[in-house]
């Protein structure tokens, strides 16, 4: 099956109003970092805090001057030197505890690199084929940002009945914002951003020979307490299947992209794949798509399985951002008499579950 990425930009209203937040002085600092590494105006920044922003504690004037130092322009700074005397006096921040130092493992030479690359890409290959056939429970959050400041708010949430069968997907609407959708709704009629091939076919084709993508060791990592291989890759356009497709032009791209894959040291299985597309055409809405999908080992009947256990899918049409956050629940070996109850949707997984950690 076609790994394939359908991203509708028909206009998302964000319908809850931009109520003013209440951050924290380190949370201000992220966000104004943020900020500035996507380049939005002084001015739409500086407006942004003035208008939205409280801090719940202390911010210093030596932080602005660091974050002069980053790149705030002068009309942010101006706002910022506003928080500072309206939160004179809030209690002053506590201090950071200090981060872990990373102790320098060296990486592997060349020959057992080769080595350890060549065990990955064996079983990337034939990672779909080990799959049994299942259904399980596909959960999607999707969340929107009109204000291109990161200011997410949710739009919906969608259950699907995820269906494997003979290394095909199939989707089925189950419900939206809690709600039975109707019969037969499939996953190909959403509107707004949607995305499937988690199970294989992004893995297959990254590490396919006729892809041609490149590869170079990038570091050690630790991942859900395993210690990762972690290898940078790149795949040109010519070479890729990756296609985005735009609803508002009725228009379809393929794009070449890199990324980052994370495989288990003992294991040599793929756990997580973080990806950019590249040089998408200027005359193409969507402008910016990256992915961040992660495996974990999942029982179907008793028996154990990698299977996907969550992706988040960030894109940008022109100032629009979308972020969807996809979990995967519930799985069960496919039969004739195989159902699932799927009730309330369950709640978010942790963030802990998929962040990276100090290299142990």
Known sequence: MKRWLRLCVIVLLVIAAQAQSRLTVDQLVSFIRSSLQL???????????????????????RVVEELQGMGAGPQTLSALRGLVTESATLAVPAPAPPRPVAPVIPPPDSIEQKRILADITEKARNYSKSLPNFI????????????????????DTIAERLSYFEEKEDYQVVSINGVPAAGGTKHQQLNGATSSGEFGTLLKEIFSAETQ?????ERWATLRGRRMHVFAFRVRQANSKY?????SVKRTVISGYHGLVYADRQTGMVMRIKMEMDNLPVDFPIQAVDLDLNYDMAKISGSEFLLPLKSEIRSREGKFLVRNEVEFRLYNRFGADTSIQFGDVPDALPADSVSEEPVK
């Open 39 to 61: 380049r939005h105006e002084d001015s739409r920044i500086a407006a942004y805090i003035r208008k939205n922003v409280k801090l719940s504690n202390r911010l210093d004037a």
């Open 136 to 155: 399980c429970l596909q959960v999607t959050r999707r969340y929107g940002d009109n204000s291109g400041l990161e200011n997410y708010h949710l739009l």
């Open 213 to 217: 993508t490149e590869f170079n060791w």
């Open 243 to 247: 296609t985005i497709y735009a609803d």
